[in-house]
């Protein structure tokens, strides 16, 4: 079946053409799975995302939540679509048999979640939010916490959020006032305001737990005083049942550009709106240690930042394919040389218009295969031993800051491309790709902005580790590009493209380095990331052309076409990139605010 | 109550869907298929007729190698066991054959003794529609069809089945056979539990002998009815444009009207 949400053609080409996702099944961790179980896993999160999350997709944008002080309203599809992922298992697929889960390798989980956020990523926030706030009350919460609040949160009956921000702290989190008093029965009182909390409330479900991180009295400043608690809506008893309203209320909700139907609030704690056991202040349950609040929120980062570009690449993703879809139908014009009265030809028969398709088809599907890949490290970091897994883990870690951003912006551009690809109708509410653009622009925003990523690229994964993950980079590429000049034909002259790319980003990682990493070098840390993301992606677009090697038929010579759209045209934009980064001239660090 | 449900497996009808140019039967092999969604709703009512009473539920298919799927979408959807009669004899067979093998392989699943048969109220390939009843004949077993919603009690089935211009109720004394409609429940998806499960669930798989059928009772060959001749659906005309010179309203009316639209 031809889906205007994702390509199964795609995901299956990727998982199993390429990355050979069969060989994770002959190692212990994921033996109890099969290329059947996956496949019918993939096929069910089509059919759900198809049936239950696409239909309301425009409804949940034009119809966005209300509050009326005391209730945040969703339209009921939301709830609908919720208990249908719930019952068919996903909010649990993904996590280790050892802790209760399905243990599905992250590969497929990130797939079937790429259908979700295509079919409707608003609507999927909720469950992402949810599947994260468990797997860190699993990962770092006590055996009580695991059973109070983990395994609700995992069969559906409550949903999470993760309440970071604060009107005055942002990407700052070291800036953050929430107070956490500590109190004879060895809960906390909290006492706060936060901003930007994505599913702060609604009637989705029977509790809401709120991930809280709060400052404990004589803390440390900056990020080592934080702690995180547990705040949730209602207080549950140590049987599980559910008691009085705590004291978290919403002070409102944020009106955005899109995802409009993920509700977005801004949580007032402790301000006395109710009083738990007769006083106010919000009861809190420490998770961890005191201090260790942003250690922990930080072990779920990488998985965070791989869900925001799997949700990027998604959004993307189903816009090329609805542009494209509407590309073949639309007569519109006539080929150059065509006499004008003469029949109209399709838009998909102009060149622009290629050119438009291919650009978004290279972001995509590229992006696809990111994330396909970071997720397969993943799995090998949990299912290798010793060295390999550590190398996975390192090179996971490396490429994160790249997967979250990629998508976030070149996906995005992809659906400024679907808008033009349409025209005016492009432009309409009465086509989705307008939403679809408005949607992805979150992603650049959200878990880190575009430019902390490239800090944390830059300053952090590749600086600070003095470029030994890079180096496993350099060395994968290196390997490919072998592989491609083996193939011969085109393959020789990409590799050679790209074997040049990476030898000019090591030169210009080495040049920075060398000079130390200074705020000049910061200041082009965005450069550096974009540069870097291109070249990993013109990479991956290598991989997948040997993967399509020496097949026939039109899915193979579109992928062949992508690569060499990617090779010739996107693939010379990292020189510039590194240009700025090697030249590190001071432009923005000197530069006097009041001239702009 | 042991629950038995006859499912088929038919191409997408998403896919584009074709016939063999040398037999002019469908084409199986090179079109994707699925397990026949009216046949969806025949599995859910049996789950969940077996999850009130706790019996089992078997489901049947007939098929080349990949009906399978149909047997084990059906088990992931939370059935209890299959059989797939696979046979190369049974290539191009028509209805009445399709319930004779249908009919042999139910006795055999039950020893002889169903309790209750479940079908969709036809496939979504052939569209006949008349297997349920042939099949209830050939069982010894009342039929009631095209049930929009169905009840067990006091050794009676009791259904309803919703028709233009009214609705009917009707009983039957057990074992019995329904044919269900797609207005009955809505169908569940398998769940992540359910594909673990399945891998772990018997199937059966037979053939024409081990029902002791006759392969010259079944087959193309044998067949009653025989598609003759497939001609592909002629291009759309090109639609004819009415100018609005102020009387358009008439001229469409006229259009409608020549068509008894009006």
């Known amino acids: 079946m031809n ?208 991930l809280v991180l709060a400052r404990t009295p004589d803390a440390a400043p900056g990020t080592k005083g934080i702690s995180i608690f547990i705040v949730p809506k209602y207080l549950v008893a140590e049987d599980g049942s559910l008691g009085e309203r705590n004291d978290i209320v919403l002070a409102g909700i944020n009106h955005k550009m899109g995802s409009r139907g993920t509700v977005n609030t801004a949580p007032v704690l402790g301000d006395g709106a109710h009083t738990p056991g007769g006083a106010p202040g919000a009861v809190g349950h420490l998770v961890g240690e005191v201090g260790q609040g942003l250690p922990i929120m930080f072990s779920m980062m990488n998985e965070a930042r791989l869900g925001v570009g799997i949700a990027g690449t998604a959004v993307g993703y189903t816009g090329y394919l609805k542009s494209l879809a509407y590309a073949r139908e639309r007569l519109q014009g006539r080929l150059l040389g065509a006499p004008p009265a003469g029949p109209q030809v399709a838009l998909v028969e102009h060149p622009d218009v290629r050119r438009m398709l291919l650009a978004q088809k290279s972001f995509v599907e590229g992006a696809l295969a990111l994330m396909l890949y970071c997720s397969r490290l993943l799995d090998d970091a949990v299912s290798l031993d010793g060295r390999a897994a550590e190398e996975a883990l390192a090179l996971v870690g490396l490429l994160t800051p790249i997967a979250k951003s990629f998508p976030a912006q070149w996906c995005l551009e992809a659906n400024t491309l679907a808008i033009q690809v349409m025209g005016g109708a492009g432009y309409t509410r009465d086509h989705d790709v307008e939403q679809h653009y408005r949607d992805n622009r979150l992603n650049a925003i959200h878990e880190g902005t575009h430019g902390i990523q490239g800090l944390d690229l830059l300053g952090r994964k590749v600086l600070l580790d003095r470029g030994r993950a890079l180096g496993l980079l350099v060395a994968r590429i290196t390997q490919t590009a072998e592989r491609a000049t083996a193939a011969g034909g085109s393959g020789e002259g990409y590799a050679a493209k790209l074997l040049a790319m990476t030898a000019r980003l090591r030169d210009v990682t080495t040049r920075v380095a060398v000079a130390g990493g200074g705020a000049e070098v910061l200041a082009e840390a965005t450069a550096y990331l974009e540069g870097s993301g291109h070249l990993v992606v013109a990479w991956l677009w290598l991989e997948q052309w040997l993967a399509a090697h020496g097949k026939e038929g039109d899915f193979y010579d579109g992928k062949r076409a992508a690569t060499a759209y990617f090779f010739s045209r996107e693939l010379p934009k990292v020189g510039l990139w590194l240009d700025t980064v090697a030249a590190h001239d001071g432009l923005t660090t000197a530069l006097d605010p009041t001239v702009l | 109550m042991n629950i038995v449900v006859c499912v088929k497996h038919v191409p997408d009808a998403q896919a584009d869907r074709g016939f063999n140019e040398s037999d002019n039967t469908v084409d199986r092999a090179g079109v994707d298929g699925l397990l026949s969604e009216l046949d969806e709703y025949a599995v859910e009512e049996a789950l969940k007729l077996a999850e009130a009473s706790g019996g089992e539920v078997t489901v049947v298919t007939i098929g080349p190698d990949q009906a399978a799927d149909a047997v084990k979408k059906a088990l992931q959807m939370g059935a209890d066991k299959g059989v797939h009669v696979n046979d190369e004899a049974i290539h191009g067979s028509d209805a009445p054959a399709t319930s004779l093998i249908l009919a042999e392989a139910i006795k055999k699943a039950t020893d002889g003794n169903p309790e209750l048969v479940i079908t969709g109220m036809a496939s979504t390939d052939g569209t006949m529609g008349v297997v349920p009843a042939m099949l209830a004949e050939r069982l010894g077993l009342p039929q009631v069809t095209y049930a929009s919603e169905l009840t067990l009690g006091d050794g009676k089935v009791t259904i309803r089945r919703d028709n233009d211009a009214n609705t009917e109720t009707i009983e039957a004394s057990l074992p019995a056979l329904v044919s269900v409609t797609d207005q009955i429940n809505e169908p569940r998806y398998p769940s992540f539990k359910g594909i673990m499960a399945a891998k772990k669930k018997p199937v059966e798989s037979w053939t024409l002998a081990d029902l002791g059928i006759d392969a010259g009772q079944v087959g193309l060959a044998n067949a009653w009815t025989k598609v003759v001749e497939i001609a592909k659906r002629p291009p759309r005309e090109q639609g004819e444009i009415v100018k609005d010179e102020g009387d358009g309203g008439t001229k469409l009316a006229e259009f409608l009207a020549a068509r008894k639209f009006l």
């Open chain 1, 3 to 210: 889906s205007v949400i994702l390509s199964a053609r795609d995901v299956d080409f990727l998982l199993h053409e390429w990355l050979d996702t069969d060989a994770l099944f002959e190692r212990p961790t994921f033996a109890q799975h099969s290329r059947e179980t996956v496949d019918a896993v993939l096929e069910l999160a089509q059919a759900v995302a198809t049936e239950k999350f696409a239909p309301h997709a425009r409804s949940n944008d034009l119809h966005e939540p209300t509050f009326d002080g005391t209730t945040v309203s969703l339209i009921p599809e939301v709830g609908v679509a919720l208990k249908a992922f719930a019952d068919a298992g996903f909010l649990t697929a993904g996590v280790p048999e050892d802790r209760g889960g399905g243990g599905l390798p992250t590969s497929i989980i990130s797939a079937c979640l790429a259908w979700f956020h295509a079919a409707n990523t608003a609507t999927s926030g909720y469950a992402l939010l949810s599947m994260a706030a468990a797997n860190l009350i699993r990962t770092h919460g006590s055996d009580a916490q695991r059973t109070l609040f983990a395994e609700p949160l995992a069969d559906g009956r409550f949903t999470g959020t993760m309440a970071l921000s604060e009107p005055g702290a942002g990407s700052n989190l070291s800036d953050l006032l929430t107070r956490a008093i500590p109190q004879e029965d060895g809960t906390h009182r909290l006492f706060g305001r936060k901003m930007w909390i994505s599913g702060g409330d609604h009637e989705l479900a029977d509790n809401i737990v709120h």
